[in-house]
């Protein structure tokens, strides 16, 4: 028989399975660096969780750039990630991480961490009960977190475009009455009181006619900034017509909210203006009411609005409860 048709020796079938071998090892390299650079260059953080033994067992390459921290020390140490967490968030993200065990299903988690820098940024961080167990047999929690801080800013940006009111910055009138009626809600549910304020500027058309339009904005920021000052930091305040706003003082009662209105037309009262050569001021009407049993918020505006209109017929500059 010919040497090349013999069966390979022993040594030769080791050799063999050698080489395959190390080819085998050689192609799993490449492939985990390709895909470990792949996972470096998306912008999202993969991370698994050994529940049991409450430690990160994986965390994908992008978590250094988007933490600012060490990979390595929190693969040793789960504390790590308690600590990026912000504090006020802390309880949140902790309790949602444990709910994913109970529901199994994915839970949608906003919270912000504190980056290695210093910098504070807000994570997605979606996470699941994996259906491959530790090797132990104990669950194992996966989750993906996003960075999400330019969304969370863009988010806050059109909340604050929607409910802002853009000569004065104070509340605009659909997002004043959207509020009120929640305060109504929780005085009704509560039991306490509530007062109602409708004001108007004196006389605006000629402060318009006489001194300009641009100066008749500037009345209305000053008057805002003026309310803003007066009032509380649970009140409601909101421009809600041309030269109209409005007020809810929850918790208060009548001779409270009085008070309140009193010292607006004081700060009002002191204001000036200046426009060219002259020099002038300006005066508000208010009218008040108080929550009574069964009011509903048309109600409570409908009284104010009367009763503003008596402060206008009485002369202006005054309040009148309604
Ligand atoms: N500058 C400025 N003027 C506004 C704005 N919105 C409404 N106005 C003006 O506010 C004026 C309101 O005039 P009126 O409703 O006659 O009220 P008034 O002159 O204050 O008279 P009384 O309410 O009786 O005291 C009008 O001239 C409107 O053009 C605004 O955003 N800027």
Redo the contacts with the bound molecule.
């Keep these: 028989m010919d040497d090349n048709t013999q069966a390979p020796s022993e040594l030769e079938t080791l050799t063999l399975g050698l080489l395959h071998s190390r080819g085998e090892v050689e192609r799993l390299r490449e492939r985990e660096q390709l895909v470990s650079s792949l996972l470096g260059s998306v912008n999202v953080v993969l991370w698994a969780f050994d529940w049991q033994q409450q430690r990160v067992v994986y965390v994908s390459p992008a978590y250094e750039q988007m933490f600012g921290r060490s990979a390595a020390l929190l693969l040793s140490d789960y504390g790590e990630w308690l600590n990026s967490i912000y504090p006020d968030d802390m309880e949140y993200a902790a309790q949602s991480l444990a709910a994913v065990l109970d529901s199994g299903a994915v839970e949608q988690r906003e919270y912000r961490i504190i980056r290695g820098d210093g910098q504070i940024r807000w994570l997605s961080d979606k996470c699941f009960v994996s259906s491959r167990q530790t090797p132990d047999g104990q669950p194992l929690i996966v989750g993906i977190a996003e960075d999400i801080t330019e969304k969370k800013q863009l988010q806050g940006e059109l909340h604050r475009l929607a409910t802002t009111d853009v000569?004065t910055g104070i509340h605009n009138r659909r997002y004043f009455f959207e509020s009120a009626e929640r305060a109504l809600e929780q005085a009704r549910g509560n039991g306490h009181e509530l007062a109602f304020l409708l004001f108007?500027?004196?006389?605006?058309?000629?402060?318009?006619?006489s001194h300009g339009?641009?100066?008749?904005?500037r009345?209305?920021q000053r008057i805002a900034h003026c309310g803003a000052y007066v009032l509380r930091r649970d009140d409601l305040f909101g421009r809600i017509?041309?030269?109209e706003f409005a007020a809810i003082f929850p918790g208060c009662d009548a001779p409270q909210a009085k008070q309140m209105a009193e010292r607006l037309q004081r700060e009002v009262q002191r204001l000036s203006f200046t426009a060219g050569a002259q020099t002038f001021g300006v005066t508000i009407?208010q009218g008040l009411t108080s929550l009574g049993p069964d009011d509903s918020l048309e109600a409570l505006y409908v009284r104010a609005d009367e009763a503003m209109y008596h402060a206008?017929r009485n002369g202006?500059n005054c309040i009148v409860l309604g």
Aim: charged share 40%.
């Design positions: 000569l108007d500027i004196d006389d605006f058309k000629k402060i318009n006619d339009h641009q100066t008749g904005d009345v209305l017509g041309g030269e009407s206008k202006k």
